[in-house]
């Protein structure tokens, strides 16, 4: 285990019929509120109306900046924070998937600085200050509510940038399982993509088994959200099934997955931020397309991990290290096939044709995150497999 | 999964040589600290020099709280307490076991109210301020450097009791696992059994497996502490062993693995600490002679959930659900054995005429923590398993 940090403050307030506390969450943290939301999920079960009850019960002066988009935009977040500057206001209130928080961090990190908010994502500046986040997460996967990361893309530039700072963890998620019935299968089994997609970059990022306690924590992990992926989308109103889902994502994102592994990469990620630099397509929708052929580029270069997980998660016994590493790649592909993700960027209708401009993309991605080992070439043989 | 609220704020810096880093990360809670250690770990490795001048660097007043026996007493918190009084002191730094950090927990919260503190243990004030608390575990297990439990022993009425606030919530806990080379063998296994113990009091105390999550979470750091634990021992200088231990022993009981799990009971550690109120036993030591005991309890009362544990643990297919329980019992008592730990109350010399005292002294413990099911007599038909 290498050396590390973890510190992870925010409120975890998890259950049914939790979205009415937001309000009093809030209020301690001012008493002028934005609230961030998007076009689809806060219109579900009521939430809109029981989240400015709840804010305006607790006698916050509430701002609305609703409309955030999937692969969240530099436009939108910059009203954003001509809003919050324009009004004084003092907290940001996401309601939404993982577009909605990412936007809400952005904006609370952006209202506090003269500079532009794209300085941050571009390196130049640093994050020194931030407005306190609340927020309720409407759909499992992102991890957003309680990480320090957000994502955002500059539609001039096509390009779609991922930071941290631990400014931007929130103060307090409110998770409400009930609140993700409404999210359809599809989304579902994205969610539970990405939430599996956070774990296996940290699992498969280092050659050696030196962690055995973060493989344990990310196999229980996977294992959870696999075995209630299907339930949910079978059942979508499956409470059980959907808190698994929910918080597994949580966790597998909050930092303790990470925490011991020394330097980190997301080389899935970024080709996945690449790919939607340029096309609209839903994020875990991406990653489920890269995953398989990610899994096969594994097998040749890291058989030894992707082995290890195959005992780990399917107790896969039989065979050489290779053959064991192959059968892993075999059975998650038969699962995101089972829970109707898509499984090759063919299936997002992205050619062979496109990877060049994919591999270019990914950059500027590639040299903010020092991840010098994946260089224009050596994406584009990565994205040969996804294919 | 049952509604839960999580809250751990409690910064964790991990790794090799992080103990100078305890003064600047105190300077910032006060000027003035009471040095809370025990009579052992602290004088190993160079560690109380390296506190001491850390401390003094950061500008701090030092006063000593030294010679913190285990099953921590009454009488020395008393004393601390009063030295936080007559020198205004403003912070607590903790440098040791867990008895060592449940003092400061103590003193800290002690030192703010007019009453006793043996009040907050009897149920019959709360807690509702504490000085802040900083520190540096010394043993792996106990995991009160990164929660809001405390545990006391009232000597007079031979009683030890265990009650959470989260206000005792370490502010930063400072874990370096080559300050844990020099623990013996055998505290390094009472610490292991510690650590399993806080998860299958967790585990057990359901009926059903509506928790998968958290089955995964606790099988995965159970394998890691069983993993871990004869490499510590057969080689003290492992880093890597020690650190899982030690990361293990937090993420053990951080809060994290109950929950979701709705009212969770500690009957194992109330018995324990019905033993430790009438017998000088280390605490781990306790556990571990109960385990075996409990475990054919859990056999005859809730065989779905060990069998569920062994399919998990031990990957045991073979059987019935009796017989795979049983199993499960069997191995998980072989590798008690196998760490050089007792396993019956008889290796701590306590024969079955003691079991009506102990059954008698954990009446206060239950009814503090409301375990109803608990009564003298059932517990008394368990104590008999652990003969």
Known sequence: MYNFVFENPTKIIFGRDSAPRIGAETAGFGKKALLVYGRRSIRQNNLYQIVLDSLADAGLEIHLHGGVQPNPGLTQVRAGIETVRNHNIEVVVAVGGGSVIDSA??????????????????????????????CIPTIAGSGSEANSGMVLTNETTRQKIGIGNKLLLPKVAILDPALTFSVPPAYTAYGAADTIAHLLEFYFNREESFAPLQDHYSEGLILTTMESCMAAITEPGNYQARAALLWAGTLALNGISASGLGRVGFPLHMIEHAINGIFATAHGAGLAALLPGWLKWCVINNPGRVARLGQGLFKIKEGDETAIARQTALQLTAWLHEIGAPTRLADLTIGPEQIPAIAENSAMQAKLWKLREYPPKVIEDLLFQCI
């Open 105 to 134: 961090k952005a904006i609370a990190a952006g209202a506090l600085v003269n500079h532009d908010v794209w300085q941050f994502f571009k390196g130049k500046k640093g994050i020194k200050n931030a407005l306190p986040i609340t």
